[in-house]
């Protein structure tokens, strides 16, 4: 295995005495400003190089969601990479919920663990890293001095700055993209529905072949998101009113009956035309998927558009099977990786963090028969050489079109998604 060295540190520059500095005045301070920059120049360098001395060699225990194939597979793929560059031993922790890591850094700070967590990288966004980040339970200002980081473009992109509407300081490094995406199967649909308004006729026209996973599922949580959003927005549009603003600020006692009541009016009148009447709703996204496969939905949904193609492909759905984007919104967000502030191994994760950005990595993991994953970088900032990674052949034809998004979303404020799941519990989870 070949670990990459890092070169010796300069030693300090000695400083100019009191006496030589007045011999010239302006000759010191043309002196003084281009060493300032050069010592400034070589700090930089000279502090990545560290990282790399002091990342290599090490293990790095990433725990990560491990319910899809393709993703798995990448990241056994990226764990080679790394492995060939640093000697770093990659070990994918499988979560079937990222609040599982959430849970486990909580209680190693409930324990005075302080340094030698489980826990050295996590792949994490929205509710799970507003909890961490406000517990103190996240690694500081280290992701935006990745050398990749600045591929992303962060003066002109927030989106690589802020998670669900909170900024990441530094405490999260971009790693990619997604959106709410359909998926039907055109041997029984012909003319898919676009908008929420002509799901909930179609579904009435087609009952029972329609559903989304109960929550806490993230799958069902981002259907419930989707719907809330799109109900405001129509709503304000209708009255000229502001309601969706409240969707970005967080929950209070004095705001979450006007937002959510009108989510619950529609799911009252939603849920008698879903699958077994929404009497009973589907657990996963995977068991969605199998009734598709099945013939009992023709309609369904993911927020990993890849997904539909590998299933395709692996004859987990059928050859018929079509994927779109809603016209009204789809709802879109960066996920990320972050390092506990416990970790073991911090430098070595930020080693493994910055190349999961580097062109390279991020090329692969959006070909749609590795991953699909739309990439955080910003083409304007690579090289020729590196935007010719990303050209791809044509897609399988169950994939999603290339462009078809005409309109993202933001995800409403973390706090949303507590408020959401208890009252739909409240609701409709007692149900069997």
Known sequence: MYALKSLPVLKNVVRYSSYAMALSVCIGISASTASSTTDDNNGKESAWQQVEAQGANQDVYFYAWGGDPQINAYLQWAAKQVDDQYNINLVHVKLSDTSEAVSR?????????????????????????????????????WANKLPNFALTDPDNNPAVNFDFGVPTNGMEAPWGQASLTFYYDNLSVNTPPTTLNELTNWTKQNPGRFSYPKPPDFLGMSF???????????????????????????VTAQNEAMVLNPLWDFLDEFHPTLWREGEQFVQTGAQMRRLVDDTELSLAFTFSAPEVPAAVQRYDLPQSIRSYAMSDGSLSNTHFVAIPYNASHPKAAQLVANFLMSPEAQAKKQTASIWGDKTVLVQSTLTPEQQDLFKTNKPHPSALPFDSIERTVSEPHPSWVEAIMEGWQARYGVRP
């Open 105 to 141: 850094v909580l209680a190693e700070k409930s324990a005075n663990n302080d340094d030698q967590g489980s826990v050295d990288l996590i792949w994490i966004n929205g509710a799970n890293f507003a909890t961490m980040s406000e517990n103190s339970l996240l690694l500081e200002q």
């Open 224 to 250: 419930l998101k989707y719907a809330l959003v799109m109900l405001h927005e129509q709503h304000d549009a209708d009255t000229g009113g502001d309601i969706s603003a409240q969707l970005n600020t967080p």
